[in-house]
Nanobody, 124 residues
Framework: QVQLVESGGGLVQAGGSLRLSCAAS????????MGWFRQAPGKEREFVAA????????SYTDSVKGRFTISRDNAKNTVYLQMNSLKPEDTAVYYC?????????????????WGQGTQVTVSS
């Protein structure tokens, strides 16, 4: 079965950095657009970033542009989210997601698969 396993979350001070990883198994990695969502306490889950299955195009929500970078290593079936200049408002559970042959615009809808989430806490 398909599994998405996130790692790399933790506690960091404002201005610091973290790199999240998501290892995928049970699917053909080169056919899925991969991305990250996050959910803060008391808020709805929101889209953060995505990287397309073909061509490697990326998209980001406005609040993380210039600070976060999404990348993928198809040889390792892994997607990464490098998070720099972290702010307390970035505190959330971060979820990895996958959607078959998805455009970047439609990825924010309903991904096919979700990971279990990893907690990121940014202290002020």
């Amino acid at each position: 079965q398909v599994q998405l396993v996130e790692s790399g979350g933790g506690l960091v001070q404002a201005g610091g950095s973290l790199r999240l990883s998501c290892a995928a198994s049970g699917l053909t990695f080169t056919t899925v657009t991969m991305g990250w969502f996050r959910q803060a306490p008391g808020k709805e889950r929101e889209f953060v970033a995505a990287i397309r299955w073909s061509g490697g195009d990326t998209s980001y929500t406005d609040s993380v542009k210039g600070r976060f970078t999404i990348s993928r290593d198809n040889a390792k079936n892994t997607v990464y989210l490098q998070m720099n200049s972290l702010k307390p408002e970035d505190t959330a559970v971060y979820y990895c997601a996958a959607k078959y042959r998805s455009s970047l615009s439609s990825f924010t809808g309903a991904p096919n698969y979700w990971g279990q989430g990893t907690q990121v806490t940014v202290s002020s």
